[in-house]
């Protein structure tokens, strides 16, 4: 188990193991693709921007680690957890192939495990430079406070958090559904919480508000920015639209590129960055 962090069992909502089926697909289906290709770049580039080399950080549901792998080349030490132990198999073969194992130590660990009630590590080298969570592995929480509370405890004053979940208000997917007479999908994430389906199961998602996540983290991380990921460009089930007009997408890329910070928490995703207090 990760040092400084306590399992506690009873709080955990959804099994994270539910991921595990969708392991194997994951980065055909989604790191492969158009949408996921230009997404990533440009989290990399906030990334590229907090974290710098010799430090460390740690990804909280990092998948098949393809944000740890690529911290790792810049340099970064990166403890990358996830709860779905498929995810962390393959996350540690990609280090292996991408000859970074000795920067990437690989864990499996549920967010929900994550608690406060744990000694805080007691000097600062200990402590992490900072963390981040790529792609919506925090939206299978729906209460953020106990976790910026563990978070609090193990990142050093200064450091960084980056976090990219789901947003609520996703103009593209409430446009496509309503075209399509699907008007309770449509609005699905506006109630705060809907059923998603990953392979077999279905699980609950939570939908957090950029002001809800802002709140939760606010006794223990200051906001630094908040920028739309997703908002002229659609989610990545609409990946074939992408395909065919490559050219107009680009263009929307860069518009969103220009107009994110603008829009703040709308869109598919949006990314967040906070400073420990
Ligand atoms: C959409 S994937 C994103 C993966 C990766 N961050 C990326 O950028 O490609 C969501 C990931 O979150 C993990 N996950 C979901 N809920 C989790 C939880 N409660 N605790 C830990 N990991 C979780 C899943 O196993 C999955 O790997």
New binding site residues.
């Given amino acids: 188990m990760l040092r400084g962090f306590t399992k506690v069992q009873s709080m955990?909502?959804?099994d994270?193991a539910?991921?595990d089926n969708?392991?194997g697909d994951?980065d055909a289906s989604?790191?492969q693709s158009l949408l996921?290709k230009m997404w990533?770049r440009r989290?990399w580039r906030r990334l590229a921007k907090h974290f710098t080399a010799g430090q460390r950080v740690l990804?909280?549901?990092?998948?098949?680690g393809?944000?740890a792998v690529w911290l790792a080349q810049q340099g970064v030490q990166v403890t990358a957890?996830?709860?779905?132990a498929e995810?962390i198999r393959i996350a540690t073969e990609k280090a292996h192939q991408a000859g970074v194992d000795g920067r990437i130590t690989a864990v499996q660990?549920?967010?929900?495990?994550l608690t406060t009630n744990h000694q805080p590590s007691t000097t600062n080298h200990q402590l992490f430079d900072g963390a981040f969570?790529?792609?919506?592995?925090l939206?299978?929480?729906g209460d953020w406070r106990p976790l910026a509370g563990a978070l609090a405890e193990i990142v050093r004053p200064g450091g960084k958090l980056i976090l990219?979940p789901m947003g609520p208000f996703c103009p593209w997917e409430i446009g496509w559904h309503l075209l399509h007479g699907q008007a309770r999908v449509a609005f699905r994430r506006l109630g705060g919480r809907a059923k998603a389906r990953i392979g077999p199961a279905a699980i609950p998602v939570w939908y957090p508000p950029a002001g809800r996540l802002r709140r939760d983290f606010a006794p223990w991380f200051r906001h630094l920015c908040t920028e739309s990921l997703g908002l002229w460009l659609p989610p990545s089930y609409l990946e074939h639209l992408l395909k065919r007009w490559s050219g107009l997408f680009g263009r929307l890329n860069r518009l969103e590129e220009a107009t994110a910070r603008l829009t703040g928490g709308w869109g598919d995703h949006y990314l967040m960055v906070l400073e420990r207090r």
């Fill in positions: 955990v909502e959804v994270p539910a991921f969708f392991a994951y989604f790191t996921g990533r989290v990804e909280l549901a990092c998948g098949t393809e944000d957890t996830d709860g779905s995810m660990l549920a967010l929900q495990e969570s790529n792609f919506g592995g939206n299978t929480i990219v």
